[in-house]
């Protein structure tokens, strides 16, 4: 029996959230390697490539994590 005020679970908590930060953290790593290849090709410095490159991997990770909560939100209301 369950009590009335038990959070509903929805599928995103416990064990479903460690394949996504995989997914996650792979597409980030893959926007990155690209990043700092295409700078390396164009002439940079070796350190201005690498530098890029987290800076791509940096932005994409919080773009993926800040989708989250927007697609939580939506599949909330509809």
Known sequence: MTTPN????????GGAWIPWLLVMFLASLLVAVCVG????QSGTPPTEA????GAAFAGSAMLCLGVVPVVHQLRRRG
Do not use: I, M
Request: aromatic share 6%; net charge neutral; proline share 6%.
């Open 50 to 53: 690498v530098l890029s490159g």
């Open 37 to 40: 290849f295409l700078k390396s």
């Open 6 to 13: 038990a959070p509903a679970t929805d599928g995103t908590s």
